[in-house]
T-cell receptor, first 113, second 111 residues
Framework: NAGVTQTPKFRVLKTGQSMTLLCAQD?????MYWYRQDPGMGLRLIHY???????AKGEVPDGYNVSRLKKQNFLLGLESAAPSQTSVYFC????????????FGAGSRLTVL | GNSVTQMEGPVTLSEEAFLTINCTYT??????LFWYVQYPGEGLQLLLK?????DKGSNKGFEATYRKETTSFHLEKGSVQVSDSAVYFC??????????FGSGTQLTVLP
């Protein structure tokens, strides 16, 4: 019962480097989300997907790209990392009949130097 | 726009003390309301929810009542335990919308 799995758990980047965070869920959920969590600001939605092949912008999409080529995977990319993107990133998913309840991954801590 | 305001933390209590974490919201419409909990090193988990006015959500000894007249959803527990130490997030969701989270309240319970 893996639920939502995020990789990697920790990563340190230099400014300008690129990387991809992977989110995988094994619950056949339609909806998937990427949030960032910063001190005193709660969780802010970056991008989300309502189904395979679809993506949409959330509250803070700038500097990020996403792809949902397979239903179970939702990738978050940083093309040119900036120190402002230092954060903890959470992936979440929800089924159609999930009564609005999100299942979260354990988080990925990213530091950009 | 929609927003959630939580009482600022951190909150430190002794074991068996009474807990209240305030949450108020602003929404254009009638949202569903949620409390999520985040234990150290983990992702968020749903603690309880309420979908309409006067509903009471409850779980693990925690309760919150959806108060439309005061636009509030305060979290309460009569007797906290050390294991309740975590960050608590209030959130709302409108029909077909996305979850909007509050800033979170850190709770530490001392033995």
């Amino acid at each position: 019962n893996a639920g939502v799995t995020q990789t990697p758990k920790f990563r340190v980047l230099k400014t300008g480097q690129s990387m991809t965070l992977l989110c995988a869920q094994d619950m056949n959920h339609e909806y998937m989300y990427w949030y960032r969590q910063d001190p005193g600001m709660g969780l802010r939605l970056i991008h989300y997907s309502v189904g395979e092949g679809t993506t949409a912008k959330g509250e803070v999409p700038d500097g990020y790209n996403v792809s949902r080529l397979k239903k179970q995977n939702f990738l978050l990319g940083l093309e040119s990392a900036a120190p402002s993107q230092t954060s903890v990133y959470f992936c979440a998913s929800r089924g159609l009949s999930g009564a609005n309840v999100l299942t979260f991954g354990a988080g990925s801590r990213l530091t950009v130097l | 726009g929609n927003s959630v305001t939580q009482m600022e933390g951190p909150v430190t209590l002794s074991e068996e003390a009474f807990l209240t974490i305030n949450c108020t919201y602003t929404a254009t419409g009638y949202p569903s309301l949620f409390w999520y909990v985040q234990y150290p090193g983990e992702g968020l988990q749903l603690l309880l929810k309420a979908t309409k006015a006067d509903d009471k959500g409850s779980n693990k000894g925690f309760e919150a009542t959806y108060r439309k007249e005061t636009t509030s959803f305060h979290l309460e527990k009569g007797s906290v335990q050390v294991s309740d130490s975590a960050v608590y997030f209030c959130a709302l969701r409108l029909m077909r919308g996305q979850l909007t989270f509050g800033s979170g309240t850190q709770l530490t319970v001392l033995p």
